[in-house]
């Protein structure tokens, strides 16, 4: 069984997940209105991804016994200036993610749950690949600066993502 001071970290966690969701999702919708099809590609394949980890956390707690409290979810900001801000604000986004991921594995630690803390360690290592993912972004388009011509070779290639 989990422990409440566990679980109500993982529902907020769960909770922190869909909101990661619908922010890509909302990011996603911003590239098609843009015409930034392959961004917009790579931001739909986040948003599942997201949702994805949110699974994770809600089956990981019907698992262990404890009860999924499925909470708001705060609505996203829906547009951005530039390509460069919504892929800053990604990564700002994966900066808090990995925070909230560590002091959860921080939690388990103090509750002495190494169930959940071994769950926790696909997270951690997954947060590396995020924020490494997001920065590579963010360099590139900082790269493109305002040439249009380099922004579209940076679309195509987001577009790749399976």
Do not use: C
Request: charged share 20%; net charge negative; aromatic share 8%.
């Amino acid at each position: 069984m989990i422990s409440q001071r566990l679980q109500d970290a993982f529902n907020r966690q769960l909770v922190h997940e869909m909101f990661s969701s619908n922010l890509y999702l909302s990011m996603a919708a911003s590239f098609e209105s843009a015409g930034l099809s392959g961004m917009a590609r790579w931001m739909h394949a986040q948003a599942g991804e997201e949702r994805a980890h949110a699974m994770k956390f809600f089956h990981y707690l019907v698992d262990r016994g404890g009860q999924v409290k499925i909470g708001a979810v705060e609505a996203p900001p829906f547009e951005w200036p530039l390509p460069l801000a919504a892929f800053e604000t990604a990564l700002k986004h994966e900066q808090k993610t990995t925070a909230a991921v560590n002091d959860l594995h921080t939690l388990a630690a103090a509750e002495k749950d190494h169930a959940a803390g071994a769950f926790l360690q696909w997270f951690l290592i997954h947060q590396v690949e995020e924020e490494a993912s997001a920065t590579r972004n963010v360099e590139q388009l900082k790269l493109a600066g305002d040439n249009n011509a380099a922004l579209l070779v940076i679309d195509h290639q987001l577009g790749k993502r399976e």
